[in-house]
């Protein structure tokens, strides 16, 4: 196959990259900085009209709270531009081709009830102005046929860091603390899993919606057990922090402290169910413990 992959200079394009060709397909990269084929900024609708022709385009492109780039002003426009005005053109330039459109949306696009476990037939809302973006963009994606859409958690692997950095740095001094009880069960994949699911639902062209998240979720309290079993350090102290406070502080900063999906995953269950994404003969090969793990090893090497 020939395939176009967006967003390939990120963390989950670059293992999407790296699998598509493995497995022999032509790949064909496009992102707005790094060493790809098409360097070009897609919310650039002269851009996006020149794209080549191809089999499958997978579009990883996106923006999230993590991003080196984010601004402290002007948020709900820096997301649309990127997330929603660039998978409008990408779907415009690919509506009339009979290319298969793979987008990557985002497990908070469900609609945080505090359920225990959220399906693809759950309601879809967005939570903040992020995840707003991917429910926007996922109405582009839909005009689409034949589209898939991949779902996943916390996307982690070696490279991702994010707040488990804090908690490395405070687990060699003894202790960690964590905003909220801890004890909620949150899912996590594997980077290298989330690109094996793509790439499967590439080669049998499988449409519709599939949840991407490795077996046995883990609460907060038991990341902080896996970071001190891995890293050798014992018995660490947990100290949570009252949530109430925080979630009031983040509200009057404009949720710039912490944004209003990661308030919500401090304080409720994130678990989905993956049945289709097993239906079509995939299978995560790494457990959240082995994620958390890996994690705490690349922030301890660093």
Known sequence: MRVLITGAAGFLGKECVRQFREHAHEVLTTDKHGAVDLCGDLADA???????????????????YVSSDLPFFFRESWFRRNNVDSARN??????????????VGSSMMYRQTGQALYGIDSTMGGEGVYSRSKVAAQVFVEQLPGSATVIPCIIGGEGREGLFRGFVRMAKYGFVAFPGRGEQPIH??????????????????????????????????????????????????????????????????GYRLLAREQLL????????????????????????????RDIARHIDRR
């Open 46 to 64: 002269g851009f996006t009209a020149v794209l080549p022709e191809v089999d499958v385009v997978v579009n990883c492109a996106a923006v999230q």
């Open 90 to 103: 990408i779907c415009a330039r690919y509506r009339d081709t009979p290319a298969h459109f793979i987008q």
């Open 188 to 253: 996590m994949v594997h980077v290298a899993d989330v690109a094996s699911l793509i790439l499967r639902i590439a080669e049998i062209r499988a449409r519709g919606f599939y949840n991407a998240a490795a077996p046995e979720p883990l609460s907060i309290r038991q990341w902080v057990d896996e970071i001190g079993a891995v890293l050798g350090l014992g018995a660490i102290i947990k100290l949570p922090i009252p949530l109430l406070p925080v979630k009031w502080l983040s509200w009057l900063c």
């Open 265 to 292: 995953m401090l304080e409720l269950p994130h678990v989905l169910s993956i049945n289709e994404s097993l239906a079509i003969a995939w299978q995560p090969r790494f457990t959240n413990a082995e994620i958390v």
